[in-house]
């Protein structure tokens, strides 16, 4: 019953994450759908008592992560001047990160749960191929982009903060493609894909000893549907807005293959999916690449040189207030006129979440990478897949710094759950010496 319950949480987490702003488009406009999941997470947990998790390292971090969330809205409610945005931190920021506890006890337990944790990756993944291949096609060949819900609330709110573009035969304008998916957002979704991309691509090259007995799980667990969902992922890709995901998906992937037991085949599978991506979407790649270098800004820049620079990172740091470096510019009021001009925003970060939210994300990442560079060592082939999957997944998500949406909801859901798995079969393969293998 335990199992049971656990899983359907997983499951209404990743849900309402990606399809957050649907509902929020569709069927009421507040941000309570997204405290729903996390609010039942913190419940079960507290009373859980974490009698069924083994704690490890990335436990606790997860642990005072929250702790530290607790701890500034607590803060921010005594000084800051905006309460609302104290608690909206919270329910976004904060609270979603119990999800990992309930994903950590369920994979931990159920005997079946690489199985579920890959089943949930694949539908994931199809969900989205399909999704964004449909906008696409409405967008592009009928022209009707505005008609679906969540885009149009995107573009709306892109015109209300000023981010549109410039296009010399429309004027100023914003392009629907940036708001393609469920999630609302093209660098989102290419985040996303990217993520996903890598969780999939060690499952088709590695020999998995793990069976499934029949039904829908045997169909979606076929090479040639996996070898399909590869396809169409970098299909995807190459359709959104977000040339650094795709660039990270590529880097991402060349290490998978370098560490994987049959290089040649995965190096063949990259190969192929990337090259007809390319050919099939030339036009929008060069389209994208021309924007990209050769269009100028109102600063007299191109977008590329705009991305890396450096100065307005400096007049951000040096003109904010120190006390925000410790508590946040969310509980801190800062004024550092240089910060929109700048789009290395993972840089940012620090002082917008504060020092302490800092030093535990930074750790959290080194023991995500810790943990599946461990798993890869083993010669059980379900270690080695599970530790390449969840490496070339974090390091993606690690190189997101243009414009970072790690922490955006549908991928932060994702991260959460995968997060709580690879802790889960961590414990499983390594921590538990009785059921460990030979490492090479």
């Known amino acids: 019953m335990k199992n049971s319950i656990e899983f359907r949480i997983i499951i209404a987490a990743l849900f309402i994450g990606l399809f957050y702003r649907v509902l929020r488009s569709v069927v009421f406009d507040s941000y309570i759908w997204i405290l729903i999941t996390p609010a039942i997470c913190l419940y079960y947990v507290y009373f859980s008592r974490g009698r069924y998790i083994k704690k490890n390292t990335l436990d606790k971090i997860f642990s005072y992560f929250i702790v530290n969330g607790f701890i500034m809205t607590l803060l921010g409610l005594f000084i800051s001047l905006n309460k609302l945005s104290i608690i909206t931190l919270f329910v976004h920021i904060y609270a979603p990160a119990s999800i990992y506890f309930v994903a950590k006890s369920y994979f931990s337990q159920n005997k079946e749960s690489l199985k579920d944790y890959f089943n949930i990756i694949l539908v994931v993944a ?30 709306q709110q892109s015109y209300a903060w000023g981010a549109i573009i410039w296009d010399s035969a429309k004027g100023m304008h914003d392009s629907p493609t940036r708001f393609l998916s469920i999630l609302a957002s093209g660098k989102s979704a290419g985040l996303l894909v990217a993520g996903l991309f890598c969780l999939i691509l060690p499952l088709s090259i590695e020999k998995s000893i793990f069976y499934n007995r029949g039904g829908f799980s045997r169909l979606l667990h076929h090479k040639y549907i996996k070898y399909l969902l590869l396809g169409g992922l970098i299909q995807v890709s190459f359709l959104l807005p977000s040339v650094a995901n795709t660039v990270s998906l590529g880097l991402a992937s060349a290490i998978i293959i370098m560490k994987s037991s049959r290089k040649i085949y995965g190096l063949y599978i990259l190969i192929l999916g990337l090259g007809l991506g390319y050919l099939a979407f030339w036009d929008s790649i060069q389209s994208l690449v021309h924007q990209r270098s050769n269009i100028i800004n109102s600063y007299g820049q191109n977008a590329i040189d705009f991305i890396f620079q450096i100065k307005p990172l400096v007049e951000y740091y040096t003109s904010t207030n120190i006390l925000a470096y410790i508590f946040s510019a969310s509980v801190i009021p800062t004024y550092a006129p240089a910060s929109s001009l700048t789009e290395l925003d993972i840089f940012l970060l620090p002082i917008k979440y504060g020092i302490g939210w800092t030093i535990i994300v930074l750790s959290g990442g080194y023991f995500l990478l810790k943990y599946s560079y461990r798993l890869i060592r083993f010669k059980n082939s379900n270690a080695k897949i599970i530790g390449l999957s969840t490496l070339g997944y974090f390091i993606v998500i690690l190189t997101n710094i243009h414009y970072p949406k790690f922490h955006i909801h549908g991928n932060y859901e994702l991260m959460m759950v995968v997060a709580g798995a690879l802790s889960a079969f961590y414990d499983k393969h390594y921590s538990d010496q009785k059921n460990i293998r030979v490492l090479a």
């Open 126 to 155: 199809m969900i989205l191929v399909i999704d964004i291949l449909v906008e696409n096609y409405l967008y592009l060949n009928h022209g009707l982009a505005e008609r679906i819900p969540w885009i149009a609330d995107g573009m």
